[in-house]
């Protein structure tokens, strides 16, 4: 059984950064890619960022090109968000997911099987 946990959400200036980091349990973590999304309340889940299971493919959704970076320590089995420039419509709990096959990767939330809690970022203006 594959765990994943977030840390490192909080609240933010507008203006401001905060990296996220997940953590997963498992020894297939570096064979899989690995998503980060978000879900504002009221919205549909959406996805956020992706990299590849070796890091050297990365995917952004196109409201955080340029603002945001991911990136994986595969000798941690950790995935991390790093988040600058945050804007108030940054705001909403922040999931870490595990593509459903591995060496494939994907930007819709079906293709991935394994979800974290979340953590809750939140951006005052």
């Known amino acids: 059984q594959v765990q994943l946990v977030e840390s490192g959400g909080g609240l933010v200036q507008a203006g401001g950064s905060l990296r996220l980091s997940c953590a997963a349990s498992?020894?297939?973590?570096?064979?899989?890619?690995m998503g980060w999304f978000r879900q504002a309340p009221g919205k549909e889940r959406e996805f956020v960022a992706a990299?590849?299971?070796?890091?050297?493919?990365?995917y952004y959704a196109d409201p955080v090109k340029g603002r945001f970076t991911i990136s994986r320590d595969n000798a941690k089995n950790t995935v991390y968000l790093q988040m600058s420039s945050l804007k108030p419509e940054d705001t909403a709990p922040y999931y870490c997911?595990?593509?459903?096959?591995?060496?494939?990767?994907?930007?819709?939330?079906?293709?991935?099987?394994?979800w974290g809690q979340g953590t809750q970022v939140t951006v005052s203006s």
């Open positions: 997911a595990r593509n459903r096959v591995a060496g494939a990767i994907g930007v819709k939330a079906r293709e991935y099987e394994y």
């Open positions: 498992g020894r297939t973590f570096s064979s899989y890619a």
């Open positions: 990299i590849s299971w070796s890091g050297g493919r990365t």
